[in-house]
Each structure stands twice: as structure tokens, then as C-alpha cells.
């Protein structure tokens, strides 16, 4: 993948780009998206994908503007115009899931293909979702992974989650991303996309890892009910991180999409 | 020098095993610990401490605001200062402070502030704190990322509708009021003086320079520990063109025992130093700081050990909280030694005396501020001789107040009219 800069009305925007197919718009989570991420490889495979930054992501510049779903909304539609796309397949995991949403539900007949991972948005008294912003490092693993020890590798690159240098950069790197997240996330994540799923026109297909203990697959059935005619693929062994833990099964859920 | 007397009301009985079987003393802490019919007597307590400091002469008494929290139960600090304004005479109401932010809409502090002064006959002294990650992410559910730019308008909110003479109206981004026209509004003029509780940050330094408000630095690690962060502050005053670098600019918490020896201080005060300490202080480091909530500067100078894997406690011993300047305790000469270290090496004019620390009880309480009052303080009223006539810092009381109790025998029969 290639990262590159698009210039938006708030913004100059980063993006990973690659592969050649039908155009693909991938929205990443609140841990961002990096270059070597093997889901970017997997829809690279078979399709144009474009992966823009949360202004604050990576080495992206941050975006006082932007502070609520709307401007996040916006903004993010804003991206797709300038990179001159029209009616990509949008996909989005966890907060990208939230963001794709609402940009379905804004403007319905701009989207025809949808696929939320895991999205968050919804929220159920009875299945509280768990506090991303207190966390610990060390307690982030068990959270988003169905295999815990593999995805503290996957998540540290090789170093213990208690290395001082991998902590100092994981700190600095979520007081700006995190941060930026928390405008649509903390302390609770949901911003009325309930009462707005009704305007979704796309196919839209939910995929969701079966272990998923950030967002609990109960979830699922939220969106699958708001959604008209949406599909869910629940994968078995995966976590909230089901894109890295069942990368080929995530995409193959997609390719539904036509 | 102004010595205010500080009660942060700590909740005085937490189990010894505490530590242990909970993971914090702050947001998450186990309801159950709570026994509101215990309080009653713990908050009266409380309330009568800080009025008997007023009956010593101390210039003010202190009270603030923490939510969910085993070691301040005084989510309204504005409640307590509404009692203590009917039952003091001449201390000041330090009210350090009203989280701004948390407040909607923060003319809510404008008018109760108001209200303070004007019962307390122009007492306050107010206090507005961006408020720590716990009480006003983690407990009142503010975006940490925006917290700042709200704090930031609601001050400009507070200052106006203290200082506008007719109605206006306010279109902030997070507020939106036609009609802003408090009433009443403080006896003060313009406002009454501002005190800004800060970490460290160059944003609040400028932000008290700019408005003539006084810096507060409020930590319990002491004053030793605190000269590299207070020394940043007068810097700064100094580079940003500030008129004098007079020491009332600047305010500083520290924890206080005073006994007549200090022997007999550590027999009396080790057992509640150590409460406050190692007990009370006990937060979960997931709650210590929201991300967006500091700047990138703040972490990367930081310590990282905190969110580690929890690893066993090193308890802190009175050696070394004492040695250390976390507290200053021992005798009058040796607390009043250290204080003047303190104000010299800060340059600091307003101490705001932490008195009452952890569980202890009310007599060993009035016993070490009976001996600071008498003893200490008299002997440091004049570390800064050049600054005497200060009054930028601190509050302008009227003249002629009326307290508690200042009705007339009841009337046996209908008041005559006096025409």
C-alpha cells in the first residue's frame, strides 16, 4: 500500500492506497491502520482500496473542526469527493463501522454496497460495552483478541506490552488518535445512529467475530434489525479484531457484495 | 503571607485491607464502603474544623470539588461554603474550585458564586479548575479532547455575566443563552479574585497571567518535589511580560502536622499520614488521564511505570513522607523552618494548609492547627515584606457584616411600623 495526501476542506488527509479493482473505501478502527496491515492486503487483492485517516491518525494532521458525528460524517464524504470516487464499496471496522454507517444514512443513494465490521454505534443497557479509554496496555490483548497471547504480537509487534519503548509510543500515539476517537466514542459509544439506520439503502452485509468481548456479537442483531435487508456473517474464533484474526474470511464476506 | 486551612474531607474509614481488594479509591470505588449515616457526623466534623480554623485567624478556609471519591466527599464544595459562610466571621471562602466545564450552563457557577459572596459579605475567593481526568472524564462523561476548549468558554461565559450590566446574549458552541442576566451578582468589583488549580501545563501559566489570576499548584508530593514545575511558572511570568513577580501570582497545597515536638508529631500523626498516603491515595491508573485529555508534551515527559502491569506497593513510611516534604511535621521551629523553605523556595504567598489529612480524628486535628495558628504563623506573616499590600489575590470584604443569628427577639406582639 501506498500512503499518500489528499487535500480536504478541513484538511490535508492521509491515505493508504492500492490494488486494482472495483473502488473500496475502508474506514479503519480506533486503533488505526498502518501500511503493512494484512487486511489492506487481503481487499487489495481484489479491489481499488483507499484507506484515509481520522485527522490525528498515524502521521496524519489533527483537525480541531472536527469534533461530532456530523463533522466526522461530513468530513469523512468530504474525503471520498476529493479523491474523486463515486459509489465505492464502503467498509468500516468498529468506529470506521460507525462512520460508514452514518455516511449510509446521510445520503443513502450515495452508497449501494456496505459492509460494517464490528461496527460500534449502538449501545444496549443490558450488554455494556467495555470502557476503551481506561484501559491498560496490558489488558488491551484479552479485549480484542480471541487469541490473547497471539494478538499481543500482533499488537506489539514482538515487544513485551510492557516495554518502555513500545509504551511510550503507544501513549503519545493514543492521546492523538484516542483522543480524536473519544469525540465520537467517550465516555459512551454512541451518537443516535439507531434512529438513523432506517435511511440505509445499501446491500450491506455485518460481519462479526463470535468472541468479540469489546463489542459483544449480541450487537449484531441491532444493525441486522435497523438495516433492511442486511446480512450477517458471524465468524467463529475471531475477536473485535476479526480482520486480522480471520482476515481471508472477512474479506470473502465482502466479495459478497459484488 | 495568606495561610488558608484546607479540608479535602477524606472519607475516614476505608478497610486497612483497602488497597488490596479494590482497585480504586476514585470513580469505580465500591458503593458499599459509603455509610451515609456515618457521614452525618463525618461532614459535621468536617464543617466544624474549618470554622474553628476561622476562629484561630487563619486568612482563609479551603474547600473544593471531587466526584466519586473515597478521599474527597465533597462533589459540591458549594454546599460546604454555604454553611461555613453563615457560621464564620472574617475568613475568606476559598472555593478552589467550580470544574467550569462540568457545568451546564456554567452561569449556574456565576450566580451560586454570586450567592456566596453576597452571603459571606464579598468572602470569596473563587477557584475554577479544568478539574482532573477522573472527576470530569471518567465521572461526568466530558470528551477529554474538548474538555479544554469548553473550560475555555465557559470562563469567558462566567467573567462576562459577572462583569455585563445589562442582559446579553451568548452564542458559544456549547452554550446558547438569549438571555444571560444574573441576579444577584457578587458584591465584588469587578469579580472576585480567581485562583487556577494547574499541573504544569504553559497554557494555564498564560492563561493566569493574562486574566491576573493566581496559579495553584495542588499536589500532596510536597514542596521539594514541586520547585522544578513552580520554577516553569515564574519563568514564564517573567517572559510573558507580567507587571511584578509578586508571590501572591502563586499558591501552593502542602500537608501540615504540628506538634510541640517532633517526636510527639510523628506519635500523634504517622498513623493518619500513612492512611492518606497509602491508602487513600490508591487510583487506578487507567483513570489518571483520558486520552486527549493532556498534551502530547505532558506524556512523553512522564512516568510510564504506572501503566505497567500492577506491581507490588512500596509503602511510603513517615520517614519518608517527612524527609521526602510530601508533609511538613515536627515542632513549631521545625515546621516553620520548612514553611519558610517552602515560600522562599517557591516563591509562593498563598499556603493552603492541608490540616486535616486521612482519618484523623477531630481533637489531634485541632491540636496541630492550634499550634500552626499560634505558633507558625504569626512568625511568618512577613516572608514577603515587599508584597504586604497585595490585594489583587484575595477577596475584598465589606466592612459591616451581619452572621448567624443576628434576628431580633421574637416580637411578642405586632411590630410597630417605624413611621
Known sequence: MELKTVQTHHVPVRYFEGGRGPDLVYLHGAGGVTAEDPFLAALAASHHVVAPLVPGYGDSEECPEIRDMLDFTLHTWDVVAALGLKDPILVGHSMGGMIAAEMAAVQPNDISRLALIAPAGLWDDDHPIADLFSILP???????????????????????????????????????????????????????????????????????????????????HGFKKGIAGSQLVSIPEAGHMVILEKTQAVADAIATLG | MKFTWFNLMPWPYLPDDFRETNRSVWVDIDQKLFDPVKSHEVYNTYMDLLEYADTLGFDGIGVNEHHQNGYGIMPSPNIIAAGLARRTKDAALVVLGNSIALYNPPVRVAEEFAMLDCISGGRLVAGFPVGTSMDTNFCYGQIPSLTREKYAEAHELIKKAWTTREPFAFNGRYNKLRHVNIWPR??????????????????????????????????????????????????????????????????????????????????????????????????????????????????????????????????????????????????????????????????????????????????????????????????????????????????????????????????????????
Open chain 2, 186 to 419: 457578587p458584591i465584588q468589583q469587578p469579580m472576585p479574585p480567581v485562583h487556577i488549580p494547574g499541573g504544569g501545563s504553559v497554557e494555564t501559566y498564560d492563561f493566569c497571567i493574562d486574566n491576573t489570576y493566581s496559579y495553584s499548584y495542588l499536589s500532596f508530593t510536597g514542596y521539594i518535589r514541586a520547585k522544578a514545575l513552580m520554577d516553569g511558572y515564574w519563568k514564564r511570568v517573567e517572559e510573558r511580560g507580567a507587571p511584578d513577580k509578586s508571590p501572591y501570582r502563586a499558591g501552593f497545597a502542602q500537608t501540615i502536622c504540628v506538634a510541640e515536638t517532633d517526636e510527639e508529631a510523628e506519635r500523634l500523626y504517622a498513623p493518619h499520614i500513612d492512611y492518606f498516603y497509602n491508602r487513600c491515595l490508591h487510583v487506578y491508573p487507567g483513570f489518571a488521564d483520558a486520552p486527549g485529555y493532556r498534551t502530547i508534551k505532558t506524556i512523553q515527559t512522564g512516568a510510564l511505570s504506572q501503566y505497567g502491569r500492577p506491581q507490588g506497593f512500596n509503602e511510603l513510611t513517615w520517614k519518608d513522607l517527612t524527609e521526602g516534604g510530601h508533609v511538613i511535621a515536627g515542632s513549631p521551629e521545625t515546621v516553620r523552618q520548612r514553611i519558610e523553605e517552602l515560600a522562599k523556595g517557591l516563591h509562593v504567598g498563598n499556603l493552603f494548609c492541608l490540616m486535616h489529612v486521612g482519618n484523623m480524628p477531630a481533637e489531634k486535628c485541632m491540636y496541630s492547627t492550634r499550634l500552626f495558628a499560634e505558633k507558625v504563623m504569626p512568625k511568618l506573616r512577613n516572608v514577603f515584606p515587599d508584597y504586604a499590600d497585595d490585594g489583587r489575590f484575595w477577596c475584598k470584604p465589606i466592612p459591616n457584616r451581619v452572621s448567624a443569628g443576628s434576628l431580633p427577639a421574637a416580637p411578642s406582639r405586632a411590630p410597630i411600623p417605624a413611621e
Open chain 1, 138 to 220: 496490558f489488558e488491551m490483548p484479552a479485549l480484542l483478541f480471541h487469541d490473547a497471547e497471539a494478538g499481543a504480537a500482533i499488537m506489539t509487534s514482538g515487544l513485551s506490552v510492557e516495554d518502555p519503548n513500545f509504551l511510550q509510543t503507544y501513549l503519545v500515539t493514543n492521546a492523538r488518535q484516542l483522543g480524536m476517537a473519544g469525540r465520537i466514542l467517550f465516555p459512551i459509544p454512541e451518537r443516535g445512529l439507531a434512529s438513523r439506520l432506517y435511511r440505509i439503502k445499501a446491500k450491506t452485509v455485518i460481519v462479526w467475530g463470535d468472541s468479540d468481548k469489546l463489542i459483544p456479537p449480541t450487537y449484531a
